[in-house]
């Protein structure tokens, strides 16, 4: 497989990559800024998000739903001014993190469930669900650090990276959006599994900090091929581009505050045979 290349870098810490309309949009924490880059690497400013933006989604009227970490909210932007949708400190017993939205509208959070940086004991968490009221609704409890989701294209089944648990673990969606039917996807040993995204074939690529690795899993935890992404780690992925053949993957010397003082981050991408599907 061809290496990496570099689309754009000089960022803090990118995180949440989402390809929409033509351009992939992410999170740079620590400039607190919402971006998007084309392919041709041209990066603009979409929103500042003043408490740290993370996850990303769309929702079906097109307005972008941000998570904002550190105060732990889901705030909802028009393209002219950003309010808040949900408030999640009720829930969320950390920094809240990744999100994936449905094709209803309904965005499920993740949450540290503790503050890592500022020593305090590792504990389980839950993941939210906020519905396009602003209602929240925990919908699964006891989760390792649940970080990136994906969702099937049937929209059926959602697959969350418990991080710390060296595994992905899937659900079964309702109508209504609960989840039930709880079990592992894949148990990846040695792994610490961070963004994710699925593709046609029903692999899901596995952003592996631990190892310097984006990952191409199956169910059950076959690994079929991967990218090595060398002195960096990997923290996050995106299947897109005009034929959602483009792998984006974001990159960086480190993680944690350490960061803020840094422009290390980096989105690489690299073109390989099997496209996007399903969400994000």
Same mark, same amino acid.
């Given at each position: 497989m061809k290496s990496l290349r570099v689309l754009l870098g000089g960022l803090t810490f990118p995180e949440g990559p989402r390809w929409h309309e033509g351009r992939l949009w992410f999170s740079d924490f620590y400039s607190h800024r919402v971006m998007a880059v084309d392919l041709e690497g041209r990066a603009e400013t979409i929103v500042e998000v003043p408490n740290r933006p993370s996850g990303l989604g769309w929702t079906p009227a097109g307005d972008l739903l941000i998570v904002s970490m550190l105060d732990r909210r889901v705030l909802r932007y028009d393209g002219s001014r950003l309010t808040e949708l949900a408030d999640l400190s009720g829930v969320a017993t950390g920094p809240c993190n990744d999100m994936v939205v449905d094709a209803a509208g309904r965005a499920y959070v993740g949450n540290f469930g503790y503050d890592r940086h500022q020593g305090e004991a590792a504990r389980t968490t839950c993941l939210a669900r906020v519905d396009p009221d602003g209602r929240v609704t925990r919908a699964a409890e006891d989760l390792v650090f649940p970080n990136g989701m994906v969702i099937t294209p049937d929209g059926r089944t959602l697959v969350v990276g418990e991080t710390f648990a060296e595994r992905l673990t899937a659900f079964d969606i309702a109508?209504? $959006?609960?989840?039930?039917?709880?079990?592992?996807?894949?148990? +990846?040993? $040695?792994?610490?599994?961070? $963004? +994710?995204?699925?593709?046609?074939? $029903?692999?899901?690529?596995?952003?592996?900090?631990?190892?310097?690795?984006?990952?191409r899993v199956f169910a059950g935890g076959r690994i079929a091929g991967g990218v090595d992404t060398g002195a960096l780690f990997s923290y996050a992925c995106m299947l897109g581009g005009p034929t959602g053949r483009t792998l984006f993957v974001l990159t960086n010397s480190g993680s944690g505050p350490s960061m803020a003082t840094k422009t290390d981050g980096r989105i690489e991408i690299i073109d390989v045979e099997v496209g996007a599907a399903g969400l994000p």
């Open positions: 109508a209504d $959006g609960s989840l039930s039917n709880r079990r592992v996807f894949a148990q +990846i040993p $040695g792994s610490a599994p961070d $963004g +994710i995204c699925l593709d046609a074939e $029903g692999a899901i690529w596995v952003s592996n900090p631990k190892a310097h690795r984006v990952d």
